[in-house]
């Protein structure tokens, strides 16, 4: 159904497999000596296009980043089937929830969400391509007259919020 992603238990007993196509997520037993997998019971529904999952530190749940939904799903771990429960309703994670992992106290759990990397990259390859214009003597400046009223209220609005969550008040 769509295999994307493949997390293991802590214990190594455990495999979790997210399907994308049918938004389900499937659980499988590890055999210990042969490494195969078995079926650890039905699979469980998950939000919208399930990309990626993880298994927190303790090996008692699984979560999954719902990519199509900008949601997570969590599931509470049988420690002795592998089977999984869902652990209540799924949480926003902001559109395109697209990697998720969990801190090694297992108390936070982090979503990457793609269209944030991506943002993050274009502006990236775009202050390299103006680097390269400068240096090669090729960047064309166009002077003109701006407010400089404008100008501040334009930065306040792109960097005002950041500003103040790092304490600094403009």
Do not use: C
């Not at 090996?59 to 949601?71: H, I, L, P």
């Not at 759990?109 to 944030?116: D, E, K």
């Not at 400068?134 to 960097?159: C, F, K, T, W």
């Amino acid at each position: 159904g769509g295999s994307s992603y493949v997390a293991f238990d802590p214990s190594g007993k455990f495999a979790y497999v997210t399907n994308q196509n049918v938004n389900t997520i499937s659980a499988y037993t590890i055999n210990a000596t042969t490494g195969m997998l078995a079926s650890a019971g039905a699979d469980v529904a998950t939000g919208s296009t399930p990309i990626t999952a993880t298994v927190d530190p303790s090996g008692k749940f699984v979560y999954v980043a719902n990519y199509g939904g900008g949601t997570v799903s969590a599931y509470t771990i049988n420690s002795t089937t592998g089977a999984l429960v869902s652990a209540g309703p799924e949480v926003a994670a902001g559109a395109e929830a697209w990697g998720i992992t969990v801190d090694p106290s297992g108390k936070f759990a982090y979503v990457a969400r793609i269209n944030s990397n991506v943002e993050r990259l274009s502006g990236f390859i775009n202050d390299l391509l103006m680097l390269s214009q400068i240096e090669s003597h090729n960047l064309v400046l166009a002077l003109r007259p701006v407010r400089l009223q404008d100008m501040v209220g334009d930065l306040l609005a792109a960097y005002g919020k950041a500003g103040e969550i790092r304490g600094v008040r403009i």
